[in-house]
Nanobody, 115 residues
Framework: QVQVVESGGGLVQPGDSLRLSCVVSTHIFSSYNMGWYREAPGKQRELVAGITASSRTKFADSVKGRFTISRDNAKNTVYLQMNSLKPEDTAVYYC?????????WGQGTQVTVSS
């Protein structure tokens, strides 16, 4: 079974940056379109950013200009660089297929933005 492991979250102040990582245990990672999702308390899980196998990207309006997504196929890893973090970015962040959910959800990584 393909495993997904997210990491890199933490407690930061508004305006700080974080880089999240997601490692996917599959030998065909390079063919996957991957996305980062987040779930805030009391809200539905939403797509934050996606990257295709050919590295085309897509972002939610709420993070455009602040977040970037990238991938390293040699490491089976997709990254989410988050800059200028805001309190409303507080959530558990997950990665999965994009735009379709194709993997079992990992445990996620908590991001808390608070002064």
């Amino acid at each position: 079974q393909v495993q997904v492991v997210e990491s890199g979250g933490g407690l930061v102040q508004p305006g700080d940056s974080l880089r999240l990582s997601c490692v996917v245990s599959t030998h065909i990672f390079s063919s996957y379109n991957m996305g980062w999702y987040r779930e805030a308390p009391g809200k539905q899980r939403e797509l934050v950013a996606g990257i295709t196998a050919s590295s085309r990207t897509k972002f939610a309006d709420s993070v455009k200009g602040r977040f970037t997504i990238s991938r390293d196929n040699a490491k089976n890893t997709v990254y989410l660089q988050m800059n200028s973090l805001k309190p409303e970015d507080t959530a558990v962040y997950y990665c999965n297929g994009f735009p379709m959910i194709i993997l079992s959800w990992g445990q996620g990584t908590q991001v808390t933005v608070s002064s």
